[in-house]
Nanobody
Framework: VQLQASGGGLVQPGGSLRLSCVGSGILISRYVMSWYRQPPGQQRELVAS???????NYEDSVKGRATISRDNRKNTVDLQLDSVKSADAGVYYCKAGLRGVAHWGQGTLVTVSS
């Protein structure tokens, strides 16, 4: 099982980013797919999730700015984040979860700076 995250990098405040996570050896359609982030020196936190029927949940600080989407045919889950703030910086991880079983991707770094 592998979850490969990509799309991180340097983004300016107010800009947008799009992260993508592709699964191999796993059918993401069977899992709750989530994006987490870990800001520097802080704990990992949930950013957004989408369950197997497409219901979405967002952390308060990204509501209205984030969109999580899954494409079961491509076996991917994406996170679009607009109006990026300095507090959005960190390592972003995708996670596939099902009944207490969790598979994590390797993380992709997002740096917010002008």
């Amino acid at each position: 099982v592998q979850l490969q995250a990509s799309g991180g990098g340097l983004v300016q405040p107010g800009g947008s980013l799009r992260l993508s996570c592709v699964g191999s050896g796993i059918l993401i359609s069977r899992y709750v797919m989530s994006w987490y982030r870990q800001p520097p020196g802080q704990q990992r936190e949930l950013v957004a999730s989408v369950n197997i029927v497409g219901e979405k949940n967002y952390e308060d600080s990204v509501k209205g700015r984030a969109t999580i989407s899954r494409d079961n045919r491509k076996n991917t889950v994406d996170l679009q984040l607009d109006s990026v703030k300095s507090a959005d910086a960190g390592v972003y991880y995708c996670k596939a979860g099902l009944r207490g079983v969790a598979h994590w991707g390797q993380g992709t770094l997002v740096t917010v700076s002008s």
